[in-house]
């Protein structure tokens, strides 16, 4: 801006130019810092998209093995849960 300039033509010796400097400098770094942990969160979310794949398929199988005796709950007497996937919306949060 024009103050700005003023400021740093008019009083050098108050380091304006440094501090200007040094706050592109700590945009620029919290910038690359966001980026690596978006990546790192998007690279989590796949992983965990194939881990619930492999989960449903292993649940799916052992309901085929225990289909006689009414199913996995009924033979390891507990609840039953399902997963629900929230990826989507964790890479709309990202965005």
């Excluded at 942990?37 to 309901?63: G, M, W």
């Amino acid at each position: 801006t024009e103050l700005h300039s003023f400021a740093r033509w008019f009083i050098p010796g108050l380091g304006v130019s440094e501090l200007e400097k040094a706050i592109v400098n700590l945009s620029a770094t919290v910038e690359i810092i966001m980026n690596a942990s978006a990546d790192a969160i998007r690279a989590q979310q796949i992983e965990i998209k194939s881990i619930s794949q492999l989960a449903i398929q292993n649940r799916l199988t052992l309901d085929l093995l225990y289909a006689k005796e009414r199913g996995v709950c009924t033979v390891i007497n507990t609840s039953c849960c399902s997963y629900i996937d929230l990826d989507k919306q964790i890479e709309t949060d990202l965005e």
